[in-house]
């Protein structure tokens, strides 16, 4: 329906109620299915609509295939009168289905109140600073440069990092490096997972991860965005709410979820994303630590709701218990470690997990899980009884209800079971998350249009919020977001949301 409003918007037609979707009806079902009209046409009416192919070609033709304004209204009239007609009916068939399986509140609160939100979001877009790009730009070349000559030192003349086979050669041929498999077409393997696994074993390898590290922020932002910016110089994303298993939103063209908000790239690239002009300000609201609170809920494990009770920072009291110390005396090394633990554990990790992030060996990590196992044992029996429930129901939940369905769940093959178990364990948390964030956006969004602010939503990058405000309403702003964000879903655990304000996201943050 987003996509149908956003058209209708153009003409200046609105709507008085909030329209079903019966995409996100689906969604809310099976999150891990395919949501299209004609997948979900063969599946609930056992009907297969007429392909766009048949109208416009074949995807192959590339330039050559055509769009739907280039077709007359008597040849588009029977595809989009199916297309009306199968909605209604897929409508007739799925709403009951959400209904049965208790998922009402998900979609009517979270999902489809969100549409709108999210289509004034990116037709609000976002102010980007090109000159803060352009200076960036040629500090990013010349990290590049540098990390490109060290790479040479070590190859032939004319040697090209960007050649999965030329760089094969050199790691696995030339300077004999174990850890590579070759793949089907006989060239090893190079890709981003493969090579981090050597970090350590030579000099060289700090310097491939370092340089695909800018080349792509690069590529993909600071080259990138200034060829998106419309004639305000604004950034307009686009949202989906269907497309991610875990229920977090997704975005594109540019894809703003990916910037690597904790890295010192990263902040370069949010510096960029600024107020629209000297009398407005960013303002930003992160959930501070979400999932470990969620965690906490979930699991009800009182060592762990207490600290998040008491405001104490959870790293440090995980730090203090498991090297049984008093608060005062972690060292950053031990908080550092058992952060990775915390979050390690919401997704499951393994020992040999855990030794690979932490760099240490596996029986020192293994005994770090076991240890946190015994210090917040209701964490364990949450994680196994989520495993069990989704044996037993083929499916994860969050807190709304939203399912997301596991076929691996109970698979001879270990390995796709394993993966499931980690869904099955993360989805409640991660899932629950995600709805979180987005019946919060709905209800900010409602009170700042309630009270009549000139304040606007632009930007939503995992558990933050980013609004482009007017100086005389910061305050008003603050105590809303705040006030709405805190109070969105009452998980019996406090929730922390930090605000910042600034010319730009990065001062904001």
């Known amino acids: 329906v987003k996509f149908d409003r956003a058209v209708l918007h153009r003409y200046g037609i609105g709507f008085a109620t909030t329209p079903h979707d019966t995409m996100l009806a689906h969604y809310c079902l099976d999150a891990a299915s395919r949501h299209g009209m004609d997948a979900l046409a063969e599946r609930y009416l056992k009907y297969r609509p007429i392909p766009i192919e048949r109208l416009i070609g074949e995807k192959e033709r590339g330039k050559e295939q055509l769009n739907m304004a280039a077709l007359s209204p008597e040849e588009i009239c029977d595809y989009a009168a199916e297309d009306a007609d199968v909605t209604l009916q897929l409508e007739d068939a799925i709403r009951p289905l959400v209904e049965n399986a208790g998922i009402l509140r998900a979609l009517e609160e979270a999902e489809e109140p969100l549409v709108k939100v999210l289509l004034d979001m990116e037709r609000e877009g976002v102010k980007i600073d090109v000159g803060a790009l352009e200076e960036y730009a040629r500090e990013l070349d010349r990290e590049i440069l540098g990390y490109l000559q060290t790479i040479r030192s070590y190859a032939e003349p004319g040697f090209n990092p960007d050649s999965p086979k030329q760089l094969g050669a050199l790691l696995f041929d030339r300077l004999g490096l174990a850890g590579s498999k070759k793949t089907a077409s006989g060239q090893w393997a190079t890709d981003e997972k493969t090579i981090s696994k050597l970090a350590g074993e030579h000099p060289i390898i700090a310097s491939i ?301």
């Open 209 to 509: 991860l370092e340089y695909r590290a800018c080349t792509k922020l690069k590529s993909t932002y600071v080259d990138k965005l200034p060829t998106l910016i419309d004639e305000n110089g604004r950034v307009h994303t686009t949202y989906a709410q269907a497309f991610t298993e875990t229920g977090r939103l997704s975005s594109s063209d540019p894809n703003l979820q990916n910037i690597p908000i904790r890295t010192e790239r990263g902040k370069f690239i949010r510096k960029a994303f600024v107020a629209r002009d000297a009398d407005h300000v960013i303002v930003s609201a992160d959930y501070s630590q979400i999932e470990l609170r969620l965690m906490a809920a979930m699991s009800g494990d009182k060592a762990m709701l207490e600290a998040f009770r008491n405001g104490e920072d959870i790293h440090r009291d995980t730090a203090s218990r498991v090297y049984d110390v008093m608060p005062a005396f972690v060292t950053p090394e031990q908080r550092s470690k058992c952060k990775m633990v915390n979050f390690g554990i919401i997704y499951g990790i393994s020992s040999f997990g855990l030794s690979q992030r932490l760099k240490v060996p596996r029986k020192e990590a293994a005994e770090l899980i076991e240890t946190y196992f015994k210090l917040y044992p209701k964490v364990k029996d949450f994680m196994s009884a989520a495993i069990e429930k989704a044996r037993a129901k083929g499916y994860a939940e969050t807190v709304l209800g939203r399912r997301r369905t596991l076929r691996d769940i109970n698979s001879r093959n270990a390995t796709a079971r394993q993966a499931a178990e980690r869904d099955a364990i993360n989805t409640p948390i991660q899932g629950s998350a995600a709805d979180l964030i987005k019946i919060a956006m709905v209800k900010v969004d409602r009170a700042l249009k309630a009270e009549g602010l000139r304040t606007k939503m632009v930007l939503q990058i995992h558990d933050e919020l980013v609004f482009d405000a007017p100086l005389d309403e910061v305050e008003k702003v603050k105590e809303i977001v705040k006030r709405e964000m805190t109070t969105a879903l009452d998980f019996g655990v406090p929730l922390d949301v930090g605000i910042g304000v600034g010319p730009n996201w990065l001062e904001a943050h």
